[in-house]
C-alpha cells in the first residue's frame, strides 16, 4: 500500500469546449496550470487539441503521490477553478495511470500548448515490451539474491529465502532499477528511434 502511495499519478481528462471558444478554453487550462504549479508534489501539466476546430480538448496532470494528488484535487483553489468553467467546459473522462502502468508513462515536465493532431496522453507501450523490460529488470536482481541467499544462508528455509528476497527485491525494483531500464528504454518502448541513430542526423 505504501508503495502504491509513494509512486507517480497522472491523471488524463477528456473535455468538451465549443471550438469557437477555443481562447477561452486556454486562458482557463493556464488558469489551472498555474494554481496547480503552487501545490508541493506538482510534476507538470499539459493539453492538446485533438484536432484544429475540434471541441475535444485533453488535459493531463500528474503528481508525485496519491496524498499531493489529493490535496490538490480537493482543494478551495481547484473548486474555484472548476466552478468558473461552468457552461463553458464539459468533462467527458477522467483516468488514472498508477502502478506498472505509471512506470512506462512519457515524463510531464513542462506545459505543451499545441494545437496537433497527437493525443495529450501518450498511449502506454504494448503490453509485450513492457513485460520485456520488467523481466529485464527482474533477471538479474532474481538470479543474484539467489545465488547469495544459496552461499550465505543455505539453511534458511526456502519459504523464508524466498520471503527475504522479495522484501529486498521489491523496493529495488520499484525505486532503482525499473525507473532506470525504463528511462534507458524510453525509445524503444515508444517506437522512436535508438538515441545513436538520432544523434548521426
Given amino acids: 500500500m505504501t508503495m502504491t502511495q509513494t509512486m507517480p499519478v497522472t491523471v488524463a481528462i477528456a473535455r468538451r469546449a465549443d471550438p469557437a471558444r477555443s481562447h477561452e478554453m486556454i486562458a482557463w487550462m493556464r488558469a489551472g496550470s498555474a494554481l496547480a504549479e503552487g501545490f508541493p508534489g506538482f510534476l507538470g501539466v499539459g493539453w492538446v487539441q485533438s484536432a484544429p476546430g475540434s471541441p475535444e480538448w485533453h ?17 478551495p483553489q481547484r473548486t474555484w477553478w472548476l466552478t468558473s468553467a461552468q457552461g463553458i467546459v464539459e468533462h467527458t473522462r477522467v483516468e488514472r495511470r498508477t502502478g506498472i502502468e505509471g512506470w512506462f508513462d512519457a515524463p510531464v515536465d513542462h ?91
Fill in 59 to 75: 488535459m493531463l496532470y500528474r503528481f508525485a503521490d496519491d496524498e499531493t494528488l489529493r490535496r490538490w484535487e480537493e482543494s
Fill in 111 to 201: 506545459v505543451v500548448e499545441t494545437l496537433a493532431a497527437e493525443p495529450a496522453v501518450p498511449p502506454a507501450p504494448p503490453r509485450w515490451k513492457q513485460a520485456v523490460t520488467i523481466w529485464l529488470a527482474f533477471f538479474p536482481l532474481s538470479l543474484t539474491a539467489t545465488l547469495l541467499t544459496a552461499r550465505f544462508i543455505p539453511d534458511v528455509p526456502l519459504a523464508a529465502r524466498t520471503l527475504l528476497m522479495t522484501l529486498c527485491l521489491t523496493p529495488l525494483m520499484t525505486y532503482l532499477v525499473l525507473p532506470r531500464i525504463t528511462r534507458a528504454l524510453h525509445w524503444w518502448l515508444h517506437g522512436q528511434p535508438a538515441p545513436w541513430r538520432a544523434a548521426r542526423r
